[in-house]
């Protein structure tokens, strides 16, 4: 049974790239890969930091919860994690938040290297901008990956940022192609990932190259253009 996992162990990703500890760490410490680390019920501030009228930043608070999820790494916290083994921090990265860190009379929390994940997202993204392919070999001409929500998609060499629904219909297409029937009635499938309109290059008319990632039957039918 496939687990669909959110994150992943430092372990499971070097099985995956095929590449050395060091070469990890080399990318967390450079800002080129963010880890993270799993928390429960710590209280957490998250906020906006803005701007005064002289130009000094100062912060606006918008939530403060018992917060139990996935926290970001600074890449300056990473490389003294690595170096001392563990370390005890209050400020955080988050995804959506321009700060995050701990309130009231919280602790520091402390983590150690064997904390350390990486979300699926940050996962995918890495791959999908390096063209890096698991087993640890760049891909010339990648046929296809996708990240996590298929909003961002390479097939055969091109990058395509797609919307919502331009994403739900590739996500149909490509589930359809790993269940063994790649053609699918191009009504049908634009219908269920809401689409007003019934015609593909409508809905795909926002990208110039999409023939290269949708191919037609001119009966219809619809896949996409996979090996």
């Not at 999820?69 to 490389?79: K, N, P, W, Y």
């Not at 999908?128 to 990648?142: K, L, V, W, Y």
């Not at 008319?205 to 949708?214: A, E, F, P």
């Amino acid at each position: 049974m496939r687990i669909d996992k959110s994150y992943f162990t430092l372990p499971e990703i070097l099985e995956r790239w095929q590449i050395t500890e060091t070469d990890l760490i080399y990318l967390a410490e450079n800002d080129k890969l963010r880890l993270s680390v799993r928390v429960f019920g710590v209280p957490m501030e998250f906020g906006d930091i803005e701007e005064d009228a002289r130009g000094e930043p100062f912060r606006v608070p918008w939530e403060q919860s018992y917060f139990s999820g996935l926290l970001d790494l600074h890449a300056r916290d990473v490389f003294q994690l690595f170096r001392c083994g563990q370390i005890h921090l209050e400020s955080f990265r988050a995804p959506n938040a321009g700060y995050a860190e701990t309130w009231g009379d919280a602790q520091p929390i402390l983590v150690m290297i064997g904390d350390l994940v990486l979300r699926r997202e940050e996962r995918d993204r890495f791959e999908i901008e390096t063209r890096f392919a698991s087993g640890g070999q760049p891909m010339e001409e990648p046929t296809f990956i996708h990240s996590a929500d298929y909003l961002e998609v390479r097939c055969k060499g091109c990058r395509f940022k797609l919307g919502p629904i331009q994403a739900e219909v590739v996500r149909a297409l490509h589930t359809a192609a790993q269940g063994g029937s790649p053609w699918q009635n191009g009504k049908a499938i634009l219908s269920r990932a809401g689409s007003k309109s019934l015609r593909m290059a409508d809905v795909f008319k926002s990208q110039k190259d999409w023939r290269n990632l949708i191919r037609s039957d001119l009966r219809g039918g619809y896949r996409l253009n996979l090996d």
